[in-house]
């Protein structure tokens, strides 16, 4: 049953004509947006398990694989600090259509990419596109349902998980199935042409109006977040988000090629590896709020943080596959939930600038995934594989010195 506060929000910026089955088209609309969530989520996440086939292809360095990730950094950074003002100024159920439609496209592109410099471009727009949606589906959904928007935003994230975990799962029957690492982004492509389709019939038959413009300006969100940067907790969260995610993305970027160049074991170990560490970040954000009733998140994460830390540093150096396998699982488990955490940590120090809190930590978070994505492919060409994937744990530690100092800030205040 839709909730008063849906329905009227949907009269209000006449995106459904309620005189119809309003449950019905909302339900549509839902469905297809988790839909959206699922799909950019496995793109994104396949892409590690496809890295060393690019590799070749291209005849890639690993710096230059690195700059892919930091390419794609720049694109989410380009479209969290100019999309807001767009999302104000149009229906997002219009903008989510246009903006899925351009990365249905970029699929097609980066499946057909003739030189490696057009398939950095691609990359731009992937990471543009990814990041725009995931802050106007979240937005729409928020706005939508109100106070039932929690549970329903759980859900939409529940859809990302899955579609991370799918990812590198399909990344591997892919190869498997003989196909070639650029088939894979054009069959994602089929598939959200599909979701496209659905989407556009659906809001096609809803009379969808121009909302009225906002004071929404860059030259003001700039302003509230070195305001909001003053605050050292919140200091504190941006670097904590930048190091984790860092993390994350080096792992989901490079533990295929180090299994595969640096350790010389089969790619079928690093493939598995990684499906096995995205399984583990599902599961840790389901058993979240259990953990979450018993121990302060911050202390449990400070301490993850550090085992984490330690079993990595063991096991990337004796390299052996099976141990890697575990290690990841472990990791993904252990630290998994901790970037919706941060956020939702954000976002309780200023509650009347969730939107602002959230892009504050997460422009720090795309200029440092930029940088790191880049100087760890540095690393591995100049220093070799087993020294350069040791900033993984590197990361992961310096994790843990930030909750160290973010538990005593807050025990302070």
């Known amino acids: 049953m839709i909730s008063q506060k849906a329905i009227n929000f949907m009269q209000k910026n006449k995106i459904i004509d309620t005189n119809r089955t309003l449950a019905i ?13 699922f799909f950019f989520a496995t793109a994104a996440t396949m892409t590690g398990i496809l890295i060393p086939e690019m590799m070749e292809s291209y005849h890639l360095s690993n ?18 600090m100019f999309g807001g003002a767009l999302a104000d100024r149009f ?80 990344g591997v029957l892919a190869q498997y199935a003989g196909f070639v690492w650029n088939q894979s982004f054009i069959h994602i492509g089929i598939l959200c042409t599909m979701i496209v389709g659905l ?43 930048a190091f984790y995610m860092g993390y994350q993305q080096s792992i989901s970027l490079w533990i295929t090629t180090y299994v595969q160049k640096g350790l010389g ?10 499906v096995l560490f995205w399984t583990g970040i599902v599961v840790a954000r389901f058993i979240q709020p259990v953990i979450d009733k018993r121990i302060p998140y911050q202390k449990y994460l400070c301490a993850a943080c550090f085992v984490t830390a330690i079993i990595y540093m063991v096991v990337l150096l004796i390299g052996n596959g099976l141990f890697i396998i575990i290690a990841l699982f472990m ?47 540095i690393f591995m060409e100049h220093i070799g ?3 350069g994937i040791m900033l993984i744990p590197v990361l992961v530690f310096l994790c843990t010195l930030i909750l160290t100092v973010l538990i005593r800030h807050t025990a302070k205040t």
């Open 25 to 37: 088209q909302m339900k549509t609309i839902l469905y297809c947006l988790f839909g959206i969530m």
């Open 63 to 80: 710096s230059q694989i690195g700059l892919i990730g930091s390419f794609q950094s720049i694109g989410s950074f380009s479209a969290m």
């Open 91 to 170: 229906p997002k159920l219009k903008l989510i259509a246009i903006i899925f439609a351009v990365y249905t496209a970029v699929m097609y592109c980066i499946g057909m990419a003739p030189i490696y410099h057009l398939l950095l471009f691609y990359f731009i727009l992937l990471g543009a596109t990814n990041a725009y949606l995931n802050l106007l589906i979240s937005a729409f959904v928020s706005e939508a349902y109100g106070e039932r928007r929690t549970a329903y935003m759980n859900i939409m994230h529940a859809f990302f998980s899955i579609g991370s975990l799918a990812g590198p799962i399909y």
């Open 199 to 241: 989407f556009i019939l659906v809001i096609s038959k809803a009379e969808v109006i121009q909302s009225a413009p906002s004071e929404y300006s860059i030259k003001k969100l700039l302003s509230n977040i070195a305001t909001l940067l003053l605050n050292r907790h919140l200091q504190l969260l941006a670097l904590l988000c």
């Open 265 to 274: 074991l089969g790619d079928e170990i690093g493939n598995f590896a990684l």
């Open 331 to 377: 990791g993904g488990v252990f630290t998994g939930a901790a970037y919706p955490t941060i956020i939702a940590m954000a976002c309780a120090l200023y509650p009347n600038m969730t939107g602002t809190a959230t892009a504050t930590i997460s422009l720090v978070q795309s200029i440092s995934t930029t940088l790191l994505s880049w100087i760890l492919g």
């Open 385 to 387: 594989y087993k020294a």
